[in-house]
């Protein structure tokens, strides 16, 4: 009779949670002061102090442990004949209120604080094709720049000379060297590991997420490395406590363009510039290929790797997985869901603009 109660009340504190969402999403300030500020870089503390005294993610652990509870429980279900009575939905509800409660205290809420572009003093993310064209050939004069400098050799791909290890350290130390400029990324702790799951996440078509239950960035160890150094800066930028996925690709960004490491500068802009190109294409096709034309030859052999890589594991599970994610986004303040990613093209040019 207890555990029947406990079940409602669980069940019961579903609904309320998603009240509590509808009516958070409208007090940014409330969030960002209470939370963000104050309960969130408490609480992530601890759990990043306490796990990243291992090497591995505990975090996957967990996710293993939770995927077998699940699998136990549904074979329990269909096994005793359940599937139809209202005891098992009341069980599931609750259990979804739970992981919900879990999952916004500890890290979700992050979704509903201030965005980036007000800590960052950006007026405005929207862009003319006139701003996306300065833009796009001031990128491309700059890494084309960082590529000759890397390679001595217009056509030769760049090739990142760090373990992974190494590259997760040097991530942290690119927003160890933001501190002082933007207080707001200092946070304590921070660490990157690899995924136990990387195989099935290239499968997955991911490169990398955070788990918002022990506080642990993974990454996709297979990966390219410069994608790797783009996606562990990414990951961390969700660690500080940006849960927008075109906030961490900013961040991702900002932090690799300024860390002093080369392969660190060119992996940001290298990332900037497949955003660039893509709306360049989205907003004419000619002046997409007017700007590929003026881009070093090794660049564009590293894209080529990238494209080479995701296509080994291309595989017809992986749009099903994209679309779970893309309603997983649209569900925590993302209207725009997978799509949003692009988003960072509009910050990244009005952050320049600022920056002049």
């Excluded at 862009?127 to 030769?156: G, P, R, V």
């Excluded at 060297?177 to 136990?196: C, D, G, I, Q």
Aim: hydrophobic share 45%; with cysteine; glycine share 4%.
């Amino acid at each position: 009779m207890k555990k029947q109660k406990r079940y409602l009340f669980f069940a019961f504190l579903l609904l309320l949670q998603i009240i509590f969402l509808k009516w958070i999403s409208n007090h940014v300030e409330f969030v960002e002061k209470y939370y963000a500020t104050f309960f969130y870089p408490f609480i992530s503390n601890i759990f990043r102090f306490t796990f990243n005294f291992f090497k591995f993610s505990i975090g996957d652990i967990l996710y293993t442990l939770l995927a077998i509870y699940i699998i136990i429980n549904i074979y329990k279900v269909f096994k005793n004949k359940k599937f139809f009575k209202l005891e098992t939905y009341i069980k599931f509800l609750a259990f979804l209120s739970i992981i919900l409660l879990l999952f916004n205290f500890l890290w979700g809420f992050n979704y509903y604080r201030k965005p980036l572009a007000q800590h960052l003093e950006i007026n405005k993310t929207s862009f003319t094709t006139e701003d996306l064209e300065i833009f796009a050939s001031k990128l491309i004069s700059e890494i084309n720049e960082i590529h000759l400098k890397i390679t001595q050799n217009d056509s030769l791909k760049v090739d990142v000379p760090f373990e992974n290890d190494s590259i997760y350290k040097l991530s942290v130390d690119a927003y160890l060297k933001l501190n002082s400029k933007y207080p707001f990324l200092k946070t304590p702790n921070l660490k990157v590991k690899n995924s136990l799951y990387s195989t099935p996440l290239s499968y997955m078509g991911f490169a990398g997420y955070l788990n918002p239950f022990t506080n642990e960035s993974q990454v996709n160890s297979n990966i390219p490395l410069v994608s790797l150094i783009a996606t562990s800066c990414h990951e961390l930028g969700h660690q500080v406590g940006f849960g927008a996925e075109y906030e961490a690709n900013m961040l991702s960004y900002l932090v690799a363009i300024n860390h002093d490491n080369l392969y660190f500068q060119y992996a940001g802009k290298y990332m900037a510039l497949r955003y660039i190109l893509n709306e360049l294409y989205i907003a004419d096709e000619n002046l997409y290929y007017k700007y590929l034309l003026t881009i070093n030859h090794g660049i564009i052999l590293n894209m080529e790797e990238s494209q080479v890589f995701w296509e080994k594991y291309q595989n017809a599970m992986e749009p099903f997985f994209k679309i779970f994610y893309d309603l997983f986004l649209k569900s925590n303040a993302q209207k725009e869901g997978i799509k949003s990613y692009k988003r960072v093209v509009g910050l990244m040019i009005n952050y320049q603009k600022k920056s002049k």
